[in-house]
C-alpha cells in the first residue's frame, strides 16, 4: 500500500494491489455531521478525475471513496452509479475480508 505518494504522477491518497493484481486507488475525507455533503462531493469528484487521469495513462483502477462516515445512505447509491466504492470506516472490516 502507498499513502500520500500518488500513481504514476496522479495524486490519489492511497493505491495498492489485491491478491488478485487488480489497483485500487482510494480518497481519503474526514466527515463529520456539519461537512458530510460537501466533503462526499469533494471526495466523489476526487476520485473520478483521478481514476480518469489513470485510465488516459492506461492504468485501470477501482475506485474508493473512504470516509469517516456518511448518514445519508443515497450517497451509497451515488458512488455506486458512478462505479465508486462508498466505505465509512465501519465497513472496512467487512469490506477486507
Known amino acids: 500500500m502507498t499513502a500520500g505518494a500518488g ?15 487488480r489497483q485500487f486507488i482510494a480518497e481519503v475525507k474526514s466527515t463529520t455531521i456539519g461537512n458530510e455533503i460537501e466533503q462526499l462531493r469533494f471526495g466523489l469528484g476526487q476520485v473520478l478525475e483521478y481514476r480518469h487521469r489513470l485510465a488516459m495513462l492506461d492504468v485501470p483502477v477501482t475506485a474508493v471513496l473512504l470516509v469517516s462516515h ?5 450517497w451509497w447509491g451515488t458512488c455506486a452509479d458512478s462505479d465508486v466504492v462508498l466505505l465509512a470506516e465501519d465497513d472496512l472490516p467487512n469490506w477486507l475480508t
Open 7 to 21: 500513481l504514476h504522477g496522479v495524486p490519489v491518497d492511497l493505491a495498492w494491489r489485491d491478491g488478485q493484481d
Open 70 to 74: 456518511y448518514g445519508d445512505h443515497a
